[in-house]
């Protein structure tokens, strides 16, 4: 059953462009704040615990697919819950860990590093754009609005996937030159 647009719906829309932009500009903001001179012991440990959740991610978005194929509806929503309070749980992190900590650089000679910055330019330029895909997603699911679900959620879904992937990637590559 396909819900029409209310005006509560379109306040909420509103909102998810909101939280997707103020989003942006913290991580935006993150590039240019000053950082202490010497991290914290735990900031340390949190680009590994980042990329374990988007790990763990990228496999609940494979298991949520394959239990929505399936059929499942119950264990591909729970599933979908999991990954979104991890993703959440991922960019507090991630801000908390950028606000702390100098920005490391892949090198300069490293022949690696078109390819590097290639899949680092992708993944960020992805997750900005996925945010509020994955909000309205999410919306849309949970309110059983199926058709309007699975017509977002095909882009949304290879999207997430890709930026899940990738800042696994993106942190193996770049975890040797970390200054810790």
């Not at 829309?13 to 903001?29: E, K, P, R, T």
């Not at 059929?71 to 991890?86: D, G, R, Y």
């Not at 991922?90 to 702390?100: Q, R, T």
Request: proline share 6%; glycine share 2%; charged share 15%.
């Amino acid at each position: 059953m396909e819900m029409k647009s209310s005006a509560s719906e379109k306040k909420l829309m509103n909102l998810i462009y909101a939280i997707s932009g103020v989003v942006f500009l913290l991580v935006i903001l993150l590039r240019i704040i000053p950082k202490p001179e010497t991290l914290p012991g735990f900031a340390q440990k949190l680009p590994a615990f980042n990329a374990i959740i988007n790990g763990t991610c990228s496999v609940l978005l494979l298991l949520s697919l394959y239990f929505i194929r399936k059929k499942n509806i119950n264990m591909h929503k729970k599933i979908n819950v999991t990954a979104f309070i991890l993703s959440s749980l991922f960019l507090v992190s991630y801000v908390i860990y950028h606000a702390l900590a100098k920005e490391t650089t892949f090198p300069l000679d490293n022949a690696l590093r078109p390819v590097y910055l290639f899949i680092l330019l992708s993944h960020i330029s992805l997750a900005a754009l996925v945010l509020p895909i994955i909000l309205i997603t999410f919306y849309r699911g949970l309110n059983m609005q199926v058709d309007r679900h699975r017509k977002i959620a095909r882009w949304a879904f290879p999207i997430w996937l890709y930026v899940t992937i990738t800042g696994v990637i993106v942190y193996l590559m770049i975890s040797p030159y970390y200054p810790f």
